[in-house]
DNA sequence: CTTTAGCACTCTTTCTCTAACAGTGCTGAT
DNA sequence: ATCAGCACTGTTAGAGAAAGAGTGCTAAAG
């Protein structure tokens, strides 16, 4: 791979990327000042190296996975975000109102709207969310709401419906015997200790402590600290010419709906400080796809950034878009602690 | 209008829902033991009165909005639910641990999974949600999350980062403050009271009143009592054979990701206790779709719920699942307040 | 007066064929 | 090493033909 190999396939990667159409020979003549022929040589020595494709016998060039892979490597530059992108983005930073982990969002989908993939922001919340406070209001005589809060800032509420035969001031009575005898409890194990702990001490001074157990027992049991998902541009790839088939749009929109399948975009994300691409097979959730993604840490929270697009992505772009939305995510967070 | 008329119409349509290809007269000839040059008077009657269309001139016939207008008000059955359809949402309403905003939902669901339609759950949170309650909880040394409740049972939360110079007794004092000024003033006056009424006020007692100041003013402006949209089966559409090309789709996937046009769907819902059905051009949403609509009412709360899909819809199916739901809705409503 | 058989006509769909085109690989000369 | 030239291949667009589905109209039969 001497330079002029490099970057013939530099050129032929980028206006693929810009084209979606394959690269034919004489595309590149002016730009290298060669023949045709000249270039032919080279592109048949790529397609020999793995690195483009061919449709058919006769058409022009198409990367292939790992010519993507070889761009990304060594090929793309790591060229700074350009001036309209960061204008974009440092309205939401500016904003300085605004909580860090809105502003990713809000950033997130201003990389949609500029990109035409799509994104999404997994905020991954820690297991170790623990029990901070139960409280109960009485809405009115027969409805009242629980509302539970974690160690994490994690609130959950949910509005029950009682009979008359409950008195509420029982309910909130067992609230603060809950208070005092869980606080602290990791939330997923708040059920177990509600059954072996708080139910025989209730037994003994709540009149209707069976329903009123389940009350909580229900509140706590809804109350899973999943993953937060946010996703900007669904329907972006309506736009991208490589989805001009029904039934491959409706596969992916399908992914895009099922937040298991949103999940695996982040799976095994390790890669502290690194922006990490996923071409094609490379990725758990579609191989039709890219994935660049970066991992992000907001008040000790941790999640993952990602954009999702068609292998013929705008790789520099997207890469320059997180890596500023990064460096502006450190500087307030170590300005403020924010 | 006389009888046959009604009844090959009625032919027509139905076989149009089942089929989504044009109607031929031979097709007809079987059912009613005419001949197809008979057939085809009718037809022409029922085009000369505006309940059928031609796609060409040599095609069958397909009904037009008139048509399926006229179908739904004078030929559709009012049918019972059939067996299949029941037992699925039996189970949902069997389950009694479910609350109802919960069972609407699975029901919703259900019914998009079984008909291929995309359905909408619209809680319309009433206008007047009243301040019941806003309590401070400390996380830690600079994170405090302000937690807003309604009288309706609406909860709202926020997650502020507070820097070392604020005192977190200062924010619960000003909680209680505005606990005792404000508790029952409409949700929406809150953020002017709170400045012309308690701003002043906790001038004279809190230090760095300004910035606690603003982070309530902020939870409170958070809190819009938004409706509470629920959708299901979005993806359905690209099931349904009338929307093969993708900018049609792309449109309609637009409009389910905007809640203000999804909003759209329940305007002016003022009928009580009908089924309305709107076919095309008679809604608000999409030209291109039917949308079939019933209020409810749990918990003193009111909603809609809605079927959106093509205009050749089972519009007879449909009126009698939202039928179904709406008879257990009433009975669980009934029985136990919930 | 209603029904129907028959027929000409129209439009769609599918297939085949052709011509133009874009691009390749190879060869032999520079 | 480079490149002009050429044969070759697959795609695309268009035209034409044949089949099919369905209609409207007419004139005869019930």
Do not use: W
């Amino acid at each position: 791979m001497d330079a002029r190999r490099n970057s013939i396939l530099k050129e032929i990667v980028e206006t693929f990327i810009k084209t979606a159409k394959p690269v034919g020979s004489k595309a590149l003549c002016d730009k290298f000042n060669l023949s045709s022929a000249t270039i032919r040589n080279e592109m048949a020595v790529l397609e020999e190296l793995g690195y483009l494709e061919k449709n058919h016998v006769s058409s022009g060039r198409v990367p292939s996975e790992a010519g993507y892979r070889y761009y990304v490597e060594h090929l793309m530059e790591a060229e700074k975000i350009t001036g309209s992108d960061m204008l974009k983005l440092q309205k939401i930073f500016a904003n300085g109102e605004l909580e860090l982990s809105d502003a990713i969002n809000k950033c997130m989908e201003i990389i949609s709207d500029l990109t035409n993939y799509t994104s999404v922001v997994l905020g991954k919340n820690s297991k170790d969310n623990n029990l901070l406070q139960v409280s109960v209001i009485a809405l009115n005589e027969n409805q009242v709401v629980a509302i539970v809060c974690t160690d994490k800032g994690n609130v959950e509420n949910k509005v029950f419906s009682i009979d008359n035969t409950i008195d509420v001031k029982e309910i909130i009575k067992t609230s603060e015997i809950i208070n005092k005898m869980l606080v602290g409890t990791p939330i997923d194990e708040v059920s177990l200790r509600l059954e072996e702990d708080v139910k025989p001490v209730i037994k003994r001074q709540i009149k209707q402590y069976e329903t009123v157990y389940n009350i909580f027992y229900d509140a706590f049991n809804d109350f899973v600290v999943g993953n937060s998902i946010h996703i900007a541009g669904r329907n972006n790839i309506f736009n991208q010419p490589e989805y001009n088939d029904i039934s491959e749009l409706k596969r992916l929109a399908n992914k895009f709906d099922d937040e298991a399948y949103i999940e695996k975009v982040a799976e095994n994300d390790n890669d502290e400080n690194e922006i990490k691409i996923f071409i094609g097979d490379e990725n758990e959730f579609d191989p039709n796809v890219t994935i660049i993604r970066k991992k992000y840490h907001i008040n000790g929270e941790e999640g993952t950034i990602a954009v999702i697009g068609p292998k013929r992505m705008d790789y520099q772009r997207i890469v320059s878009l997180l890596e500023y939305i990064d460096e502006k995510l450190d500087k307030r967070g170590g300005k403020d602690g924010k």
